[in-house]
């Protein structure tokens, strides 16, 4: 029974160490295995959480973690993160699968975010348009208005929904005797001449359904953008394998950084390097004050003045004096180290690659040296000996600092592909994604983002607007025109929209 335990508690130390070194695909592949060999392992499910990037995936592995562990403090905490997360999750899948047409996706998804949340307006909006009853509709547009009593188009629909409600209550069957039983549009049925009038009341009442509200922007024009393999520039057919797109000629294959956030051993070196750099700041400072004891000068500022060649109050003997002792050129060599040091700052900040093999080759040659040390001292003692070990201890520990380090400098050439980003939380989120792309010149991919800004705000024509102007760059104005009169419906007196259709109706 114990030898099954061995291996999973191995798996579970590399795990965890891969997961804090940030190898979260090696964390993830090392967990993963963990929780298959001891499913009631809730360390195992708790770090799982941390390295997986979907968070429905987060949530059932802290949930799981919380089942094996009720007084799991940092499951709970992560588990009230991640919910939220999952929410927003959920609520841009259901609106994805909406605008895609999949209403019966779209319902279930959206259902779950207002069970999670029943004070998520935007679900509920999202939902009134997919549900499959008028029921269900009139139960979407009265939480619609209870969250925003003047919402208008809750208002409309409702009104519509009640009044076909109070249309269909009239009794059907009041001219079945009549001449012209057609006059009402329903007739009698076998069942209902059979089981009589509690029958007739009960169940022929009939709530026409009213039609879907109309798609914005249209499924059939959005279709076209589906296929990941487009150049996220122009959107033009392109293959896995091509370096340039041969439409626009841009690059397909970029080069990204490994670890897109810094590591804390990062900032722990960036730290400490600052804060080298402002030591450094007080060499020549020290040496001013030292300079202004010698000539008998009460504030050391004035110095100042004398070594950058500004005329100043001092009398000229104290120039000379101060000029004696600390010649301009030795004043600007005690710059020197920490001008290197803020240079060394900006570089480890910036991720500059090639500091990453200068600190490599550092602790390669610092370590060299310590062996060396200790082999020449051998013969002087135990001493020297153990000082010299203490030295080469700490240039193995600085050297594997610095391996550590590596994935922070590192740059991964991938294939850039035409798909919304994952992680986006909120509407403005996505508009300000979208900006980012197009300031790139990435018009296909910002489209996709502008358009999901859109349908998460869909009371504001920014991301409209913005959706628009991505299809003109992409010369689609068939859909850029569908988009800007779903934004003039929503504001009609938007001038920016009304110019971008006359823009459009002289191409």
């Known amino acids: 029974m114990a030898q099954p335990r061995e291996p999973a508690a191995s798996l579970l130390a590399n795990g965890i160490a891969a997961a804090r070194s940030g190898h979260k695909t090696q964390a993830r592949t090392l967990l993963q295995r963990v929780a298959e060999v001891e499913p009631d392992n809730a360390i195992a499910w708790l770090w799982l959480s941390g390295v997986l990037d979907d968070p429905l995936e987060q949530e059932a592995c802290l949930e799981k973690a919380l089942a094996l562990n009720p007084d799991n403090v940092p499951a709970r905490k992560g588990l009230a993160v991640v919910r939220q997360r999952a929410t927003q999750a959920l609520l841009a899948q259901g609106i994805t699968a909406a605008e895609d047409g999949d209403r019966e996706t779209a319902r279930t998804l959206l259902t779950q975010v207002v069970s999670r949340e029943e004070d998520n307006f935007e679900a509920w909006l999202w939902l009134s348009r997919v549900v499959a009853t008028p029921e269900d509709q009139e139960t979407c547009y009265e939480n619609v208005l209870a969250l925003d009593p003047g919402n208008a188009e809750a208002q409309n629909k409702l009104a519509t929904l009640q009044q076909l ?23 009698p049925t076998l069942a209902a001449a059979v089981l009589g009038e509690d029958y007739i009341h009960k169940h022929t009442t009939i709530i026409p359904e009213p039609e879907p509200a109309p798609e914005s922007p249209t499924v059939a024009l959005w279709a076209q953008y589906n296929d990941e393999m487009l150049c996220p520039y122009c959107a033009a057919p392109t293959s896995y394998e091509d370096r340039r797109c041969k439409s626009c000629g841009n690059a397909l294959w970029l080069k ?69 002792y600390l010649p301009r050129g030795a004043f600007f060599l005690l710059w020197v180290p920490a001008v290197i040091s803020a240079a060394y700052t900006v570089a480890l900040y910036l991720r500059w690659p090639p500091m990453f093999y200068l600190m490599l080759i550092s602790a390669v040659l610092d370590l060299l040296a310590s062996v060396i040390g200790v082999a020449l001292n051998a013969a002087n003692g135990l001493l020297p000996i153990l000082a ?99 934004a003039q419906r929503i504001n009609p007196e938007d001038a920016q929209v009304s110019e971008l259709l006359e823009m459009i109706a002289k191409k």
Request: charged share 20%.
């Open 165 to 187: 409600r109070e249309a269909a209550n009239i009794n059907p069957w009041a001219a079945v005797d009549d001449e012209e039983p057609e006059a009402t549009g329903l007739a």
């Open 256 to 324: 990204v950084r490994r670890r897109e956030e810094r590591s804390i051993l990062l900032w722990i070196l960036i730290s400490l390097q600052a804060l080298a750099t402002v030591l450094g700041m007080l060499a020549p400072v020290m040496a001013l004050y030292l300079v202004s004891a010698r000539i008998g000068l009460y504030d050391f500022t004035n110095l100042i003045n004398i070594y950058f060649g500004i005329a100043g109050d001092i009398s000229l003997d104290m120039v000379k004096a101060a000029l004696a």
């Open 388 to 486: 010299g070990s203490v030295g080469v201890i700490v240039s193995v520990l600085s050297f594997m600092l610095v391996i550590r380090l590596e994935d922070d400098f590192k740059r991964d050439t991938v294939r850039v592909i035409l798909k919304v980003d994952e992680g986006i939380k909120d509407g403005f989120a996505y508009l300000l994604r979208g900006r980012l792309y197009a300031a790139q010149q990435m018009w296909a991919r910002a489209a996709l983002h502008y358009r999901r800004a859109a349908a998460m705000l869909p009371y504001q024509t920014d991301g409209h607007i913005a959706t628009a102007t991505a299809c003109i760059k992409l010369k689609n104005y068939e859909l850029a025109a569908h988009i800007l009169r779903e």
